[in-house]
């Protein structure tokens, strides 16, 4: 994980919260502020100085969010509820993919923008706890995605896309973990490839860092920076790995569209009431300025 995704993650907390369900999403709402201190916290070790300066940027953040954009993921919810009762296509999934790609890079400008000043003034030390912190979590990536043998990681693979599915359409049918299962078995999904281009960006943060606190950049220099950090998590640098990005996304979207048009009524009525709870959480936040 970056430095900038992982501010940008932790002041996201409260968005992603609304995936918890309806019953705890406003809760987890409330206390994301707190939660997301902590969480960047375990990345860059504020001093004392630095976390007076980071609550005051994840508080305007999350005024920012409710204020401006919860409303508008309501209304993304509300379509959603609509069209999970028809069949889709995988083009369709791609699109919704890119809708909320765009709502993420909204909140992350402005996540950018709010961490600059601390980003641009972060410690040696500092950068060095952030490095140690990549190796822990590279460590636990290994053992979670790395596994000894092609099977084993085959199993753990159809594992995730069954679990991820049935969060949203609950126990999935026959046919569906069928399809699943040779999806799966057929994805370009390369987990070592991943590992080194996760590895690359991790070492392109660090760079970034230490540069910024070297050369004593100015506010303006460090958003140029960090926003070009961001736009190559988005888009590689490495012309083979953004290929195979396009033929993952491509693929991972007609499997979406596939399990769904397999879905049954019932499993559709599900995850139209997910949505229809998560659109309700939405707006309640929205109105509680």
């Not at 790395?146 to 049918?173: C, D, H, M, N, W």
Request: glycine share 4%.
């Amino acid at each position: 994980m970056s430095c900038s995704r992982a501010w940008i993650i932790g002041v996201l907390l409260a968005a992603l919260a609304l995936l918890g369900g309806c019953t705890t999403a406003r809760f987890a709402y409330g206390q994301a502020p707190m939660l997301a201190y902590w969480w960047l916290d375990g990345y860059i070790d504020f001093d004392d100085p630095q976390e007076a300066a980071v609550r005051d940027a994840i508080a305007d953040w999350f005024r920012w969010h409710r204020a401006t954009q919860l409303s508008d993921y309501a209304e993304l919810l509300a379509r959603a509820e609509t069209q999970v009762m028809e069949p889709t296509t995988g083009e369709q999934v791609c699109r919704w993919v890119d809708e909320i790609g765009l709502r993420f890079d909204r909140a992350v400008e402005r996540a950018i923008v709010a961490g600059s000043d601390t980003l641009r003034a972060v410690s040696a030390e500092q950068v060095r706890h952030l490095e140690r912190k990549y190796a822990k979590g590279n460590a636990e990536f290994a053992k979670e995605f790395l596994q000894t043998t092609p099977e084993e990681r085959l199993q753990a693979s159809i594992k995730r896309v069954v679990q991820r599915a049935e969060f949203f359409y609950g126990k999935l049918e026959p046919a569906q973990r069928e399809r699943i299962v040779q999806g799966v078995t057929q994805s370009p999904y390369d987990a070592d490839l991943w590992t080194i281009e996760r590895r690359l960006r991790q070492q392109d943060v660090l760079q970034t860092l230490r540069s910024l606190g070297a050369e004593h950049a100015s506010a303006e220099e460090a958003l140029t920076a960090l926003r070009a950090v961001y736009e190559r998590t988005r888009r590689s640098p490495r012309e083979p790995y953004r290929a195979y990005q396009q033929r993952l996304a491509q693929t991972n979207c007609a499997l979406a569209a596939e399990v769904h048009n397999l879905a049954t009524p019932a499993q559709r009525r599900e995850m139209a009431r997910r949505f229809k709870g998560w659109e309700g959480d939405a707006r309640a936040l929205a109105a509680e300025r």
